[in-house]
T-cell receptor, first 114, second 112 residues
Framework: NAGVTQTPKFRVLKTGQSMTLLCAQD?????MYWYRQDPGMGLRLIHYSVGEGTTAKGEVPDGYNVSRLKKQNFLLGLESAAPSQTSVYFC?????????????FGNGTRLTVT | KQEVTQIPAALSVPEGENLVLNCSFTDSAIYNLQWFRQDPGKGLTSLLLIQSSQREQTSGRLNASLDKSSGRSTLYIAASQPGDSATYLC???????????FGQGTELSVKP
């Protein structure tokens, strides 16, 4: 049971570079989310999707873009990385809306921007 | 604005002890509350989900309670083991589009 898979696990970028974080889930979940986790700030929602072809902004969307072209994949893009985007990024999915369905997380991508 | 607080930030107990982790939230208009476990370098694993209409949920040695009126939840761990060592986070789902608002977590260490 793979669940939620994130690639890469680690990445170092220089300021201004771009990259895409990949998230794949094999549970046929409708809802997918991208969070970032920072010391002292906890987990904060970046963007989310309520189904294939849809995306919406979360709490901290600036500097990020997302796409959900296929139901099982949710991509997070950084067009021009900044040191403030150094963080651990988690992808998650849920079968139903969050008020009646648990959240399943990937193991995270640790990103450092120098 | 919903705020979720977990106290203490860290807790160390000897193996075999029963323990309680606390979670409080400021807005009682929630849909549900979830407890998660996070091991170092890993993602979060959902432990228990309590709907707003429920008072408690149990899974093995874990029991979570919810008191919406007072804005509190507790996670009770019976007969703790070293393998229970991890960070435990609670999160509430309510307004703001039903998104989850997370606490900062309690880092639990169970000593053999």
């Amino acid at each position: 049971n793979a669940g939620v898979t994130q690639t890469p696990k680690f990445r170092v970028l220089k300021t201004g570079q771009s990259m895409t974080l990949l998230c794949a889930q094999d549970m046929n979940h409708e809802y997918m989310y991208w969070y970032r986790q920072d010391p002292g700030m906890g987990l904060r929602l970046i963007h989310y999707s309520v189904g294939e072809g849809t995306t919406a902004k979360g709490e901290v969307p600036d500097g990020y873009n997302v796409s959900r072209l296929k139901k099982q994949n949710f991509l997070l893009g950084l067009e021009s990385a900044a040191p403030s985007q150094t963080s651990v990024y988690f992808c998650a999915s849920s079968r139903l809306r969050l008020y009646n369905s648990p959240l399943h997380f990937g193991n995270g991508t640790r990103l450092t921007v120098t | 604005k919903q705020e979720v607080t977990q106290i203490p930030a860290a807790l160390s107990v000897p193996e075999g002890e029963n323990l309680v982790l606390n979670c409080s939230f400021t807005d009682s208009a929630i849909y549900n509350l979830q407890w998660f476990r996070q091991d170092p370098g890993k993602g979060l694993t959902s432990l228990l989900l309590i709907q707003s209409s429920q008072r408690e949920q149990t899974s093995g040695r874990l029991n979570a309670s919810l008191d919406k009126s007072s804005g509190r939840s507790t996670l009770y761990i019976a007969a703790s083991q070293p393998g229970d060592s991890a960070t435990y986070l609670c999160a509430v789902s309510g307004g703001q589009g039903g998104k989850l608002i997370f606490g900062q977590g309690t880092e639990l260490s169970v000593k053999p």
